[in-house]
């Protein structure tokens, strides 16, 4: 069993060549791409800002926030810099303002080529879809790579501890597990992990599709 449907064999090629670019980063693409942007802006972001989107997809939000930036302002990074590019060539209004370099792989969240410019992160429903050791990687892995981060907003799915061990239907509908994508944690795990990788945390009441809890993460 792959750790998300996203790591089987031809996954991305598959479903490029059949034109799902869109279809693939989960549905929802206009009502997800614009709360994505309402939540960046709800927390601050200017066009001066450098943004980091962590598994970015076919840039669902890099069509909205591109414009939005400065230009060259946008950086992202997913397992697939394939279907990063379906994005770029068919999504951006205006292609040039987002330079290809910008557009980087990263299947490790190493963040090998992101610049210490970073102020703001984002990682929209990526930790749903990987256990929890990918969130403390990467945790870690940003903090060292951005020494100018202001904010990291990411979301997770969350269970009671009673209802951990087995599947647990969100608000939304999904169901969510323990030990296979989509993936749900305890919130006292997921306190730990930002508080022992060097984080202070704010876990908001906004509601998002599918029951994710959007947390607010700023170095400490």
């Not at 997809?57 to 992202?76: E, F």
């Not at 987002?98 to 429903?125: C, N």
């Not at 990467?138 to 907003?153: E, G, H, V, W």
Request: glycine share 8%.
């Amino acid at each position: 069993m792959h750790i998300s449907p996203y790591h089987a064999p031809d996954f991305f090629k598959d479903a490029l060549a059949q034109g799902r670019h869109r279809d693939i980063v989960g549905g929802r693409w206009e009502e997800t791409g614009l709360i994505q942007m309402q939540i960046l802006l709800d927390q601050g972001l200017d066009p001066h800002h450098h943004l980091l989107d962590i598994g970015a997809g076919s840039l669902r939000l890099g069509c909205r926030v591109v414009p939005y930036l400065d230009a060259g302002h946008y950086w992202a990074t997913d397992l697939s810099c394939d279907l990063m590019r379906a994005g770029h060539g068919r999504e951006l209004a205006d292609p040039a303002r987002l330079p290809i370099h910008h557009l980087i792989e990263d299947a490790e969240f190493s963040y090998l080529g992101v610049p210490g410019t970073i102020t703001h992160a984002i990682a929209f429903a990526v930790f749903t879809h990987l256990p929890m050791n990918h969130l403390r990687r990467a945790l870690i892995s940003l903090r060292a790579a951005c020494p100018n981060l202001q904010k990291l907003m990411l979301t997770v799915f969350l269970a009671p501890e009673a209802s951990y061990l087995t599947p647990f239907r969100q608000p939304d509908g999904v169901v969510t597990h323990a030990a296979r994508a989509p993936y749900h944690m305890l919130r006292s795990d997921v306190e730990y992990l930002l508080h022992a990788s060097g984080y202070g945390a704010e876990f908001t009441p906004t509601e998002l599709p599918r029951g994710q809890q959007l947390i607010i993460a700023r170095p400490v």
